[in-house]
């Protein structure tokens, strides 16, 4: 009988996240004060986000400790599986191994409690009682409640009123949670009502909602704003990801030769691959991709530069791939992906060659999630079909030369809460979306006067 | 740190099911045939599932190997993990130790697979191509439909037609798993098209449904019927919940002073229960409770008779407790454990008072499956707020009693294609439901002219 998973014991569960700044040949570029075009004040932040994490984001050591605190509430669901996907190798008629990394098993279905786990107790600790956060696809907001819940903080979830309208079940595991999840705009914050006053119908738009979560977080008392990707912090709560994983692989002697994860804010990518990269950085050879959508494709068309992390420009100037802070990518099924920008870590990591982008289509992600679920049994989220399909391309090209290789994909969650968007495939109302370079040239002009990275 | 779970490697995974058959103080009474009164010819069976399960149903053997091909598919996400549940004792404040057995870790989110992946190769080696079933909630009918799918059967699912249109994202799972999943009644069947006939509106019920998929089944080529609980050999497939549960405990050096799972037709309380009542038969000190709805009395208030396992009375009589085949429980959510009959093995058992009933009202499962989700994270399905509710109970006891107590609570499934209870319940829409004996009485009538069970 051939073994499928590879296990660790509560007691295995890595007790320090790993810091890639530590290791990075190019160290980041400051994020910046739009105001004044200098670094900026982590006082200023300091006003958003807890100092602790302020502190954290701006941290250089190499290994950070994971408070006990934390480590009890991951162990609800960690160390996750490191499973191998015998069937698809069988389907596929590949001499790759492929292994999978499966952040499903989560309450909340995702990687993304990981970080809202982490970023919940800090504000505890610094003395906040009352969170606040936006939500789109509702991935981020149902980590969060799940987590605030887990600490007794209070928490209100400004969610893109198209998307609480058309994803009740998201909004009910929030309201299951004890979070207050209310359809963005609101009248309960200026912003919102200003944009009600002038568009009474709008759907609304996550920028609109990180602006009126922020603007929530600053005026109100013992309240900060949380944020599930992007930022360096959310990035290394991820690493326990991959952490767990290379443990995984080195009982049963294994090391991927590709590792793949979808990648949209950057997080559950660089959980996943940041470990691995510090390997490459050692010399090791590796390759580490992240599966971007063609909707969206920041990593393999969007510059390297300066520009806001939302389209409401509240945020700082952050070095990133980006397509331009006003990009609106098509209305394709994996929401998660759908972010203009890129964390910082990942995407200087992309500029020293450390990280490859891939873009892949809308059809071809729903053809390898429909394929997965058929062998492997666990339907993936939208988002984890498109490191599945880059997965299923390596495990091909391996066919071709007729070699083994180690494929190692992040499955960043279970599609139980999305089958509206494999009920469009199956229904055959799904198309591809690409965009002709002028258009993305044109969404790229609002960078033009904004300081450049080095 | 303290262990919140135990994990069994894919090598420590039970090769054997437990036949509790061998070990019980009363063997069980035959099924019979309602025309004559005597044991059911088992080649009558045989017309509507193959005669490997048929025989297996009769099997008096202790233990039944797994065969290898069954035990690869369960691989995919068994053994599943033993928790302990230390936020829910925290908040109950009880020095109670509450362990559970997570099912909801299956592509299916239940119990369920166990016995589908193990029907579906049976089938498969009998040489039969094609399945039928019915399903209600919609569990069963996902399960079966991604383990045919593993096997490579095709399958057709009559879902009962207001379940159909009510719960979309069931019929979406059944269909990402390439099964046809159609609303019952269909004009595809005699009895669909005479009941439609008739009442062209009808909601549909899950006799009409059974009927359908039996009729299905007998008159097509190559194609048998698949049913979710009740019978001996789904019973059987489940022990191994059990079984890795007391392997799992043995290794932290403990055992339960009570087990407790929820129960609708009974294949899954079986399944965690059937290994600690052969213990119990030999000795040992344990309690070991079903919890069903009070919507639902079966254990708790239907006599121990023979009856027919469906309202069409299409199956042989069998000897079991009953509501009475015609009994219509109340529109609770936890659809699960609507059903008027339990399976043999369970009843026999519990008439050898081997087995004690507990019945629950919604509101308190709910409040529970509340208190589950804001301790441990994880949303339990309403049927399973069942064991939960009981378990919460008899962790309360030991607080009264001031003495350390072991629950073993066997949590059957997730609820995150259940939310709308959920919603109803935070809305304060639900409510109890419990019957007055005369209507009872009144349903047992149907009774009364058949033979009586030893």
New interface residues.
């Given amino acids: ?5 590879v ?1 660790l ?3 295995e569960i890595p007790r320090q996240w790993y810091n890639i700044q530590a290791d990075m040949p190019t160290p980041l570029s400051p994020p910046l004060n739009p105001a004044t075009g200098q670094p900026i004040d982590p006082e200023d932040l300091g006003k958003v986000f807890p100092m602790n994490l302020v502190e954290q984001e701006m941290d250089q050591n190499r290994w950070i400790d994971i408070p ?1 605190e934390i ?2 509430k991951l ?3 960690r160390p996750s599986p490191l ?1 191998r996907a015998v ?1 698809l190798e069988k389907a596929l008629q590949t001499p790759a191994k492929i292994f999978y990394k499966n952040e499903g ?3 909340a ?1 995702s990687h993304k409690p990981n970080s809202a786990i982490a970023q919940a107790y800090y504000n505890k600790e610094f003395g906040i009682r009352r969170l606040t956060t936006e939500t789109g696809a509702g991935q981020w907001g149902s980590a969060l409640s ?1 987590a605030a ?2 600490f007794g903080l209070e928490l209100k979830v400004y969610m893109v009123r198209v998307s609480f309208e058309q994803k ?2 998201r909004k ?2 929030m ?4 979070a207050n999840c209310v359809p963005s705009p609101t009248r309960d914050t200026a912003t919102g009502r200003a944009v009600l006053e002038e568009y009474p119908d709008t759907p609304g738009s996550l920028g609109i909602a990180i602006s009126e979560a922020i603007e929530d977080a600053v005026s109100s008392e013992n309240t900060r704003y949380s944020l599930g990707s992007v930022l360096n912090f959310v990035c290394l709560h991820q690493t326990i990801i991959g952490l767990e994983a290379q443990k995984q692989m080195e009982k049963i002697g294994a090391y991927p030769d590709v590792v793949i994860g979808c990648i949209g804010g950057g997080s559950n990518f660089a959980g996943l691959a940041a470990p691995y990269i510090r390997d490459k950085i050692q010399g090791r050879e590796i390759r580490v991709i992240g599966a971007e959508p063609t909707a969206c494709p920041t990593l393999t068309k969007g510059p390297y530069a300066y520009d806001f992390g939302d389209l409401a420009k509240t945020t700082p100037l952050l070095p990133m791939h980006t397509l331009g802070h006003d990009f609106i990518p098509a209305p394709m099924h994996a929401g998660g992906l759908r972010y203009h920008g890129m964390a910082p870590l990942v995407s200087r990591l992309c500029q020293d060659k450390l990280v490859e982008g891939a873009a892949l289509n809308q059809l071809d992600c729903y053809a390898a999630g ?1 394929l997965w ?2 062998t ?4 993936p989220a939208p988002e984890t079909t498109h490191a599945i399909a880059a997965g299923i391309e390596e495990a091909k090209k391996a066919k071709e030369e007729g070699r083994e290789r180690v494929i190692l994909i992040g499955w960043s969650g279970h599609g ?2 999305d ?2 968007g ?2 469009a495939y ?1 229904n055959g109302e799904l198309s591809n979306y690409e965009y002709p370079q002028e258009m993305i040239d044109k969404s790229l002009e609002v960078l033009k006067d904004y300081p450049k990275p080095e």
Same sequence: chains 1, 2.
């Avoid at 309201?175 to 004890?178: A, D, I, K, N």
């Fill in positions: 009988m051939q073994e499928l998973k296990i014991r509560d007691d006990e480590l009890e162990l609800l669901w499973q069937g098993v989560s309450p279905g799940f819940q887990q009740p079940f009910l595991m309201q299951t949670w004890g429909m679920a058929r492997e049994g666990f339907i139980l809460m089958l509206k494999y009920e199956i």
